[in-house]
């Protein structure tokens, strides 16, 4: 599996291809999956702001559509260090069994459990 250091790594290569014309808040993410493959992802904001999709969402859906339904670990960086996952990536986070996260970079860094970011996410099971 990936150590958190090469999950950054991807996730700030991911977060230097963000399109963020708008906000200028360029994210990068970078999920592993339980086949110990790492998929990146970035924001991609729109006009219309509503049709942006985050970073953390886009790396997810590239392992979904490799065909991974087991991930693990997210990692997060963002042009800030107190960078967070957004409601609506927590709860897809949540959706496909993500529970640790990995937010900001170099000291900047720490690790959170999805629960503690989430607590009481909709569930398969609710």
Do not use: W
């Amino acid at each position: 599996m990936a150590t958190n250091e090469e999950l950054r790594a991807v996730a700030a290569a991911m977060q230097r291809k963000a399109y963020a014309p708008y906000s200028r808040f360029a994210v990068g993410a970078a999920v592993v999956a339980g086949n110990g493959k790492v998929y990146g992802g970035c924001n991609v904001e729109n006009a219309s702001y509503g049709l942006t999709v985050c970073a953390e969402r886009n790396a997810i859906a590239a392992a979904i559509a490799d065909g991974q339904r087991e991930l693990h670990k997210l990692a997060v960086v963002g042009p800030i260090p107190e960078v967070t996952p957004c409601g609506a990536c927590r709860q897809v986070m949540a959706e496909f069994g993500i529970c640790e996260v990995l937010l900001g970079t170099g000291e900047n860094t720490r690790e959170v459990m999805l629960a503690d970011l989430l607590p009481a996410a909709f569930t398969k099971d609710v």
